[in-house]
């Protein structure tokens, strides 16, 4: 069965300060790992994925997380934060039951950025 | 586009008391899905829809029921509430394709309080 672990329930950072939000997964599988953003009051949005290729991925605003098979990892990180990066961010795993898309979430992380 | 919309925002249900949430989405996606959110426990996958007619029970079934009447519309159903289905509700819905590697588009959640 597949699982998520996200590490960090909440992380505390400054402003322009670099993050790093940690997501392990389980998995015996090949598998597609997303991480989603929820900001204040609203749903869920995509932030980035890994289906193949390389493994570092990439977001339009700076984040990038590397799929790293050996660990099961899949970490987020940004080099500076902004104010506006305040959100909670869900890790998630695709599993393909029956042809269809399921995805398997994490606890969720909640990034503070402080001024 | 509206992309996903849900109606209502929020609610607050006595136990016993039944209610119906709509989800609607204008992108002629296939797939529907209803999804809760509790603190510490990520998103929690209720019943999904890969078309219209069709419904399939998810991780966290009991206690609720669906139906995808029409393809842009997927209804989530509490019969008689109780106060463990005090939750966030979010829908979502995506396209096939590669159904592993999708995206799933959430609308911005339905806070309901059972008390």
């Known amino acids: 069965a597949q699982s998520v672990t996200q590490l960090d329930s909440q992380v505390p950072v400054f402003e322009e300060a670099p993050v790093e939000l940690r997501c392990n997964y389980s998995?015996?599988?090949?598998?597609?790992l997303f991480w989603y953003v929820q900001y204040p009051n609203q749903g869920l949005q995509l932030l980035l994925k890994?289906?193949?290729?390389?493994?570092l991925v990439e977001s339009i605003n700076g984040f990038e997380a590397e799929f790293n098979k050996s660990q099961t990892s899949f970490h987020l990180r940004k080099p500076s934060v902004h104010i506006s990066d305040t959100a909670e961010y869900f890790c998630?795993?695709?599993?393909?039951?029956?042809?269809?898309?399921?995805?398997?979430f994490g606890a969720g992380t909640r990034l503070a950025v402080h001024p | 586009n509206a992309g996903v919309t849900q109606t209502p925002k929020f609610r607050v249900l006595k136990t016993g008391q039944s209610m119906t949430l709509l989800c609607a989405q204008d992108?002629?996606?296939?797939?529907m899905y209803w999804y809760r959110q509790d603190p510490g426990m990520g998103l929690r996958l209720i019943h999904y829809?890969?078309?219209?007619?069709?419904?399939a029970k998810g991780e966290v079934p009991d206690g609720y029921n669906v139906s995808r009447l029409k393809k842009q519309n997927f209804l989530l159903g509490l019969e008689s509430a109780a106060p463990s289905q005090t939750s966030v509700y979010f829908c979502?819905?995506?396209?096939?394709?590669?159904?592993?590697?999708?995206?799933?588009?959430f609308g911005p959640g339905t806070r309901l309080t059972v008390l």
């Open positions: 979502a819905s995506s396209t096939p394709g590669q159904p592993s590697t999708d995206t799933q588009y």
């Open positions: 998995s015996s599988v090949s598998v597609y």
């Open positions: 890994y289906l193949s290729g390389s493994t």
């Open positions: 998630a795993v695709s599993r393909s039951s029956g042809g269809y898309n399921k995805l398997i």
């Open positions: 992108m002629n996606h296939e797939y």
């Open positions: 829809s890969v078309g219209e007619g069709t419904t």
